[in-house]
């Protein structure tokens, strides 16, 4: 049975999750890279969570290209955000391929043009997908987004993007030197707690230290994050 007649069997059943498992799978080992992109715009749009973004990198580098020819041709803005970020999330699971650098230098200017978007919820994809495939050159970017960004959101994942870069392959004490005079201005004014929470706890793992716990973050527990923001400001300043 072909992948398109599976898909709308599947359906019927309300894809019972061995059998979406397989097909996915399926869908990655298969040469019917078109087909799987529509697949994934159409989970996307009907909210299905059928997740078959999660075998496209299975396409290796022919996927990747088809998916530049789709950025190529794309005007809406919230299309070429949602190609974007697929193309950072596959590129970061084949960091060991030989095409690697090269297709990063080529998505990363498309990345940056974007990041200025009005819709935040489009920026803040944009700000996550930079912290998986970003470089040296892109710390001045997202310090900028932490300082300037009206969105809270925006502000606390360009701080975690940060601290991720530093696990892909950006100098670590390189990141420290340049960007502890961002935390340390961001964490201080920060007044939506758990954006701040989110910042305390990126530059505690860039900078080796426990301030605070990601439940506490999650959880936006008022005295934890104020007494963590105490310390934090109180280390970086040094």
Not at 14 to 23: A, G
Not at 64 to 69: P, V
Not at 223 to 233: F, G, L, P
Request: aromatic share 8%.
């Amino acid at each position: 049975m072909d992948l398109q007649k599976r898909y709308e069997e599947l359906k019927k059943q309300n894809f019972p999750d061995s059998e979406r498992i397989n097909f996915i799978a399926d869908l990655g080992a298969g040469g019917e890279i078109e087909y799987h992109y529509k697949l994934i715009c159409k989970d996307r749009d009907e909210g299905t969570n059928l997740n078959p973004a999660s075998s496209f990198y299975k396409h290796d580098k022919e996927g990747l290209e088809f998916l530049f020819k789709v950025l190529d041709k794309e005007d809406k803005e919230s299309l070429k955000v949602f190609t974007t970020y697929l193309m950072a999330e596959i590129l970061s699971k084949l960091r060991h391929r030989d095409f690697y650098t090269e297709f990063c230098n080529r998505l990363i200017p498309v990345m940056t043009s974007l990041i200025e978007i009005n819709d935040a919820s489009l920026r803040q994809k944009i700000i996550i997908a930079l912290g998986w495939i970003g470089t040296l050159n892109e710390i001045d970017i997202l310090t900028k987004q932490i300082s300037e960004d009206k969105d809270s959101l925006c502000r606390a994942w360009s701080a975690s993007s940060l601290m991720q870069l530093s696990f892909h392959g950006v100098d670590k004490e390189l990141l420290q030197e340049k960007t502890k005079s961002c935390f340390t201005l961001a964490i201080a004014a920060e007044t939506d707690l758990h954006a701040c929470g989110i910042m305390i706890e990126a530059a505690g793992i860039l900078f080796g230290k426990k301030w605070v716990s990601a439940s506490a973050v999650e959880d936006v527990e008022v005295e934890k994050i104020e007494k963590a923001r105490k310390s934090a400001v109180r280390f970086l300043n040094k």
